[in-house]
């Protein structure tokens, strides 16, 4: 079996969390049916989120951590 991949998350101002949340959905069913498919999902805020919760955008930290991974979203 592969190791998961691991998916930064970033739920954002213009795709919306809802959106993101049904991809997220997903994925999930597809780890459901597929045994050697696993995802870790690692969340982050962005844009108005980040900047209203952190007092910035937050795109440093989320942009160094999504290089280091397989996919950003």
Do not use: W, Y
């Not at 998916?7 to 795709?15: A, F, S, Y």
């Not at 597809?30 to 962005?46: P, Q, T, W």
Request: net charge positive; hydrophobic share 40%; charged share 25%.
């Amino acid at each position: 079996m592969s190791a998961p991949k691991k998916i930064v998350v970033l739920p954002g101002d213009h795709v919306g969390q809802e959106i993101t949340a049904e991809a997220i959905k997903v994925l999930k069913a597809i780890s459901d049916v597929r045994s050697n498919v696993k995802f870790d999902f690692e969340n982050h805020l962005i844009g108005g989120a980040a900047i209203d919760l952190q007092g910035g955008g937050g795109k440093p930290r989320c942009v160094s951590k999504s290089l280091m991974l397989h996919c950003t979203r």
